[in-house]
């Protein structure tokens, strides 16, 4: 008996061990997510500038412009930012996109 007591004592303190690991790794997340809540509260939308794309994709029908998602405007509204132009008689394939999104269409 006293042989399998060993390695079940093991098995618990390293159970243990782990839980407490895991447990610290989600406060670290949490405090995280908390600093970036604080930090959108601290925006200032009337100092807000228009921004060019900052990556350009070209395509046989078009071109997919996308804006810097960690700029510190966008961070602040928690938005980001990508345009499709499509040239004329152009085709851009349906997606999924696991997020809301605000569409238009300028011109067609």
Request: net charge neutral; proline share 3%; hydrophobic share 35%.
């Amino acid at each position: 008996m006293a042989k399998y007591s060993m390695p079940l004592l093991l098995f618990f303190f390293l159970n243990v061990f782990l839980h407490g690991c895991s447990s610290n790794l989600q406060n670290d997340q949490q405090q995280q997510q908390q600093h970036k809540l604080r930090a959108r509260t601290d925006c200032r939308v009337e100092q807000l500038t228009a921004q060019e794309p900052t990556i350009r994709y070209k395509s046989e029908a078009g071109q997919t412009e996308f804006w810097d998602r960690n700029n510190e405007q966008f961070e602040c509204a928690g938005v980001a930012a990508v345009r499709n132009v499509i040239e004329s008689k152009g085709l851009l394939l349906p997606h999924y996109n696991n997020a809301h999104q605000l569409l238009y269409v300028v011109k067609g």
